[in-house]
């Protein structure tokens, strides 16, 4: 047994149902898994337990892939929502909901195609949330942006041009890709002073 706290397991699990929206985990949304749960302080061993209970059988005659990926972040959800365990209000309160959707689209572009399927779940969720639906476009804007820098940074350093017009290339797209960065943190910072003052 796994021995994360429930609240990280929770959150971890919804992020892999996510990833296996698309009927199968692409290496670059795996190695962006990875990367959140060393963030989270998930240790190897519970991370794979967590990937190993995601991937349990179920009925296929009885249950499409889509609807048991579904049904399976619905109830993650739901046991977050309801305080289940030592969850408390995991997903109960905005800053985390915005942090949460904005991983799910992050993930969504690590492999560099943000599917149909995917976009299906985030719309879900910002509908069951009550997020404004221009948070959401704001945050895949924002993604789509981060994506399209980090394509043009990795362009650049194969180019022939001189070295130090790449370093400063290089050196201004990363200024770019930090601003993007801090005003997410900002966005999501903004909702939870919003949450504190309105209890």
Same mark, same amino acid.
């Given at each position: ?35 959140? @749960? ?15 209970? @995601? ?24 046991k977050g929502e309801g305080g289940f365990l030592s969850s408390g209000d995991l997903f109960k ?10 991983? +799910? ?43 399209? +820098? ?22 201004? +797209? ?12 900002? +966005? ?9 003052e309105g209890r």
């Open positions: 047994m796994y021995t994360v706290d429930y609240a990280k397991g929770a959150q971890a699990r919804l992020y892999y149902f996510f990833m296996m929206a698309d009927g199968d985990v692409s290496s670059a949304k795996r190695a962006r898994f990875d990367q959140i @749960c060393e963030e989270m302080g998930i240790d190897d061993y519970s991370r794979d337990q967590i990937i190993w209970r @995601c991937w349990k059988p179920y009925d296929k005659q009885k249950i499409s892939h889509w609807e048991h990926i579904r049904e399976k972040i619905l109830q993650t959800v739901r309160r905005n800053d985390v909901r915005i942090s949460v959707i904005w991983t +799910l689209i992050n993930l969504g572009y690590a492999d560099g195609e943000y599917s149909e399927a995917e976009r299906r779940i985030v719309a879900m969720l910002t509908d069951r949330w009550g997020l404004a639906q221009s948070v959401t476009a704001d945050l895949t804007d924002t993604a789509e942006a981060l994506a399209a +820098l980090s394509r043009q940074k990795e362009w650049v350093k194969t180019t022939s041009k001189p070295y130090d017009v790449i370093k400063d290339t290089v050196e201004e +797209l990363d200024r770019n890709i930090q601003m993007m960065f801090d005003n997410i943190k900002a +966005l999501i910072s903004e909702a939870e002073i919003v949450e504190t």
